[in-house]
């Protein structure tokens, strides 16, 4: 039999409330494998056994969802074997050979966690380490620098062995720091946004503007498509699609130009405000970094917070586009959001846009035209689809 084992991050580092911290990360990981079958989750001494109830499912799927689960410091498969030195090392034999077989060096790292277990750490080293070294002649043991760490647990339930531990992705269970707005556009930065927020401990929703018909069926797909990539991380979704096309008619109509991004961008903030009233959001989150475009320089984005009632996460704020990039690559966003489709932000760009547009201006500009009925419309208007991390949409 095999067993995933879980070990936490930071939950560990929690006092009072960490036994919450344990619920909820056990109640993500329950939902994140439901599609691959049924598993017992349980801890016990700081760990999350999470053991497969058929034979039929495939634990190098559950193993690698497993790694992008947050709260989960590092993924070990384990064999589950007797209490028994003579079978520990017969079964164990067996248990490692592929790895075994296939590298230059290794060591036995033993941990007792039941004292009752006749043979301390260092003698269960020695003799596990000696007879694997003798049924693998080619392969050497070096205590310092091995190749491969064939770690042995005697735990309550069981002896568990394993070749390698997985580093997972780290961070606080997704719904321990309360819920935010993503703004998610088809973009490569705001998906990595939502991941890095997700990694905090958010629960992540998503509201998309789109503006048929200067932006396609295809432009949405791509980011429903995107919403869907990201329950890998961020568990369930709740994807708002606002419709936007006249807003920006009416700002292309009745405003300067120049200030027309940075008006669009806070038309976007005033919509979500709702959202966030409605729904008890606590924040807004956005994927924009200082200077990339010139929405972003300080005066623009200093201008766009002022219509935010919220905070606005900006969590890709100091980062270079290669380093976003690496991420998207990473959680395989990347090659969606470069799909050729327009997005809202593209249609009606001016060409001399504003770099550093006083607030005062922006009022100015803002007061020809009463956004308000436009603004209440689009909330009501707006269409809710549901992204489930269990499969079930
Ligand atoms: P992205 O790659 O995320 O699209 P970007 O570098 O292209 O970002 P902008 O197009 O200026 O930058 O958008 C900045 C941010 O505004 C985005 O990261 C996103 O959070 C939000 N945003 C832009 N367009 C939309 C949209 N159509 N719907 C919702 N949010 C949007
Ligand atoms: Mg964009």
Not at 218 to 244: N, Q
Not at 248 to 256: I, K, P, T
Request: with cysteine; net charge neutral.
């Amino acid at each position: 039999m095999e067993v995933i084992l879980a070990k936490y991050g930071e939950i560990a580092l929690k006092g009072l409330n960490r036994s919450s911290f344990e619920d909820l990360l056990i109640r993500n990981i329950k939902r994140r494998l439901a599609p691959l079958g049924s598993f017992d989750i349980t801890r016990r001494q700081s760990t999350i056994y999470v053991q497969p109830m058929s034979e039929d499912i495939d634990l190098d799927i559950a193993v690698k969802k497993m790694c992008n689960i947050f709260g989960i410091a590092a993924v070990q498969r384990c064999a589950v074997l007797p209490k028994d030195i003579s079978r520990i090392i017969e079964q164990g034999t067996v248990y490692l050979k592929d790895t075994l077989e296939n590298a230059k060096s290794f060591k036995v790292e033993a941990k007792r966690s039941d004292k009752s277990f006749p043979l301390t750490s260092p003698q269960i080293q020695q003799e596990l380490g000696g007879a694997l070294a003798e049924a693998f002649p080619d392969i050497a043991i070096d205590v310092h620098n091995p190749e491969v760490t064939v770690l042995v647990e005697i735990r309550d339930k069981g002896a568990y062995l394993n070749a390698e531990k997985l580093t997972a992705a780290g961070g606080m269970p997704v719904g321990s720091n309360g819920n935010a707005l993503l703004l998610l556009s088809g973009g490569i930065d705001s998906p990595v946004a939502a991941y890095m927020m997700a990694k905090r401990g958010l629960r992540v929703d998503a509201i998309h503007f789109q503006s048929p018909p200067y932006t396609s069926e295809r432009a949405l797909m791509k980011v429903e498509s995107l919403c869907e990539k990201l329950t890998e991380y961020c568990g369930d979704i709740r994807f708002y699609c606002v419709p936007f096309t006249e807003i920006q008619e009416a700002l292309r109509d009745n405003c300067c130009g120049d200030y027309f991004t940075v008006i669009m961008r806070r038309l976007m903030l005033k919509i979500a405000n709702h959202f966030c009233e409605k729904k008890h959001y606590g924040a807004l989150i956005t994927g924009e970094s200082v200077g990339q475009v010139a929405s972003q320089t300080l005066a623009a984005i200093g201008c766009t917070d002022k219509a935010a009632d919220y905070p606005v996460l900006r969590p890709l704020v100091g980062m270079d586009k290669k380093e976003i990039v690496e991420i998207a690559r990473k959680i395989d966003t990347f090659e969606t959001s470069v799909l050729p489709y327009e997005d809202c932000c593209t249609v009606f760009t001016p060409k001399h846009p504003k770099t550093k547009p006083l607030f005062k201006d922006i009022l100015l500009e803002e007061e020809k035209f009463d956004f308000e009925p436009l603004i209440l419309k689009a909330v009501n208007q707006t269409a809710v689809k549901d992204f489930k991390a269990d499969g079930n949409n």
